[in-house]
């Protein structure tokens, strides 16, 4: 046997393996070459760009917590990080508010356009989102591109999508964004010239303003998010059958939900050997993935990766990816997972429970997972015990906890309502098989007529057993 594979034997025996990830390889397969750019330097004669991140620098306005802004600025260096530029520096500035002209105030901004220059910048990311006026007088100042912190998350998550579903989503989010933030400049605004208006000679049938190049444009974009959001919707059917098996077969649900890079792929891979795609990125997994599994006691149940979170979260992005995260509303448990090891995690449970709330969640039983607990010492375990009391503190990684969790899963799923009796014979073993997959098996005898079984099962199995009470 090769060592590769002699290699990932020994780490599957050990739970540590997490699948082939031919996804990350894929992802990993094409990485730019630094210098060859040729982005033109005056972003005002461009009159369409494509979001192509290289150098930048990270710009924020606070007007209360520095270690918060901080904080904030961090996560967005590692947003842009993982839409592919590079990080040459960051700056906030504190003020009431930003200002509603340039952002950073007219002094600051021209201060900003130095810095560009310094370290050869070709990008200026706010963190924030930011007005198009806004990003138009700052692009005048500091003569770069100028874009916000959902301009990044969007090219994130257009980037990793993969399904045709979270593409049409992600295309959608990225009309809506677009929309208010068109611009052209000159005569290209125009399609017509509007009669003989300065000596165009454009003689008769020509009169009148004629309709603007933007305006067909906008109207382009109303028509393609129409179409969009008719194939999310057709889309939907698909997975409400699904759905509506796992109901029918009494099989529980468990969404697992928390902060983008907490290391729900991770977990899932961990419990289930599922090979979901794990990446020390944020948002590396968009598309949502199911995977069956069982309870200690044998009872089946499903475990689903969603989406992960962040916070400013752009609400296109809510909403369009609210059909994905239907699976929590639907959910019996929810998994809320929160990075041990971030120096913010309040922040962090406060920006899940938000988005959760938003899509109709709030009701769906919670269980607080601190995963990352191998990279936690004991004090910080302390803190974060005081924050939420009944949490768990698991690692993906080491294994650590994963055990109780699963107990605690066990314990927290909703058990079939019906205590039963049954003696069943011999020849109808399918329904022992039925038994033992859909209920809870309390107690089995086996008797000279049959099998005299006690179980917890729901309406549809009582049906079906009815002619065997007992």
């Known amino acids: 046997m090769p060592t590769s594979d002699l290699e990932?034997?020994?780490?599957?025996?050990?739970?540590?393996?997490?699948?082939?990830?031919?996804?990350?390889?894929?992802?990993?397969?094409?990485?730019r070459v630094q210098g060859l750019s040729t982005e033109l330097e005056d972003v005002t004669e461009v009159e369409y760009r494509q979001l192509r991140l290289e150098r930048v620098v990270l710009i924020g306005v606070y007007s209360r917590s520095q270690i918060e802004a901080e904080t904030s600025l961090r996560e967005l260096a590692a947003l842009a990080e993982t839409a592919g530029a590079q990080v040459l520096d960051g700056l906030l500035q504190r003020r009431p508010h930003p200002d509603p002209s340039t952002f950073l105030g007219s002094g600051k901004a021209e201060e900003l356009r130095l810095v560009?220059?310094?370290?050869?910048?070709?990008?200026?990311?706010?963190?924030?989102?930011?007005a198009p006026s806004q990003r138009r007088a700052l692009e005048d100042v500091v003569k770069v591109k100028v874009i916000d912190r959902t301009a990044v998350i969007l090219d994130i998550f257009s980037q990793h999508a993969k399904s045709r579903e979270g593409k049409a989503q992600v295309e959608l989010a990225q009309l809506q964004y677009l929309l208010p933030r068109l611009r052209g400049w000159g005569d290209s605004m125009s399609r017509q010239a509007g009669g003989q208006v300065g000596g165009a000679g454009a003689g008769m049938g020509s009169r009148g303003p004629g309709e603007t190049k933007i305006e067909l444009d906008?109207?382009?974009?109303?028509?393609?998010?129409?179409?969009?959001?008719?194939?999310?919707?057709?889309?939907?059917?698909?997975?409400?059958?699904?759905?509506?098996?796992?109901?029918?077969?009494?099989?529980?649900?468990?969404?697992i939900a928390g902060y983008t890079n907490a290391g729900k792929s991770s977990l899932l891979n961990r419990i289930t050997r599922a090979g979901a795609l794990v990446?020390?990125?944020?948002?590396?997994?968009?598309?949502?993935?199911?995977?069956?599994?069982?309870?200690?006691?044998?009872?089946?149940?499903?475990?689903?990766?969603?989406?992960?979170?962040?916070?400013?979260?752009?609400?296109?992005?809510?909403?369009?990816?609210?059909?994905?995260?239907?699976?929590?509303?639907?959910?019996?448990?929810?998994?809320?997972?929160?990075?041990?090891?971030?120096p913010d995690?309040?922040?962090?449970?406060?920006?899940?429970?938000?988005?959760?709330?938003?899509?109709?969640?709030?009701?769906?039983?919670?269980?607080?997972?601190?995963?990352?607990?191998?990279?936690?010492?004991?004090?910080?375990?302390?803190?974060?015990?005081?924050?939420?009391?009944?949490?768990?503190?698991?690692?993906?990684?080491?294994?650590?906890?994963?055990?109780?969790?699963?107990?605690?899963?066990?314990?927290?799923?909703?058990?079939?309502?019906?205590?039963?009796?049954?003696?069943?014979?011999?020849?109808?073993?399918?329904?022992?098989?039925?038994?033992?997959?859909?209920?809870?098996?309390?107690?089995?005898?086996?008797?000279?007529?049959?099998?005299?079984?006690?179980?917890?099962?729901?309406?549809?199995?009582?049906?079906?057993?009815?002619?065997?009470?007992?």
Do not use: C, W
């Not at 739970?15 to 990485?31: H, I, P, W």
């Not at 959760?356 to 015990?385: C, H, M, S, Y």
């Open 8 to 31: 990932r034997a020994i780490d599957a025996t050990h739970g540590d393996f997490d699948g082939e990830q031919f996804d990350l390889e894929e992802r990993q397969s094409l990485r």
């Open 345 to 470: 995690p309040q922040a962090q449970l406060a920006t899940v429970r938000q988005v959760i709330a938003e899509v109709g969640a709030r009701d769906v039983p919670e269980q607080v997972v601190f995963n990352k607990a191998d990279l936690a010492d004991e004090a910080t375990r302390l803190v974060l015990r005081g924050m939420e009391p009944t949490a768990l503190f698991v690692s993906a990684r080491s294994g650590e906890g994963v055990d109780r969790l699963l107990q605690t899963i066990g314990a927290l799923l909703p058990l079939p309502r019906h205590e039963i009796t049954v003696l069943i014979p011999f020849d109808e073993g399918h329904l022992v098989s039925m038994l033992h997959d859909k209920g809870r098996v309390l107690a089995t005898v086996y008797e000279e007529s049959g099998a005299r079984i006690q179980a917890l099962v729901g309406d549809e199995e009582r049906a079906t057993l009815e002619p065997y009470l007992v």
């Open 116 to 130: 560009v220059q310094a370290v050869g910048a070709d990008t200026v990311i706010a963190d924030t989102e930011l």
């Open 279 to 342: 990446e020390n990125a944020l948002f590396a997994t968009l598309d949502t993935t199911v995977r069956k599994t069982e309870t200690p006691d044998g009872r089946p149940y499903t475990l689903v990766d969603t989406v992960g979170f962040v916070r400013n979260l752009p609400h296109q992005l809510v909403e369009a990816f609210r059909s994905t995260l239907e699976e929590v509303e639907h959910a019996d448990l929810v998994l809320h997972v929160v990075d041990a090891s971030h």
């Open 218 to 255: 906008r109207r382009r974009i109303h028509s393609r998010m129409a179409k969009l959001r008719r194939e999310i919707a057709d889309m939907a059917p698909a997975r409400a059958v699904k759905r509506q098996n796992r109901v029918r077969n009494a099989v529980p649900s468990v969404a």
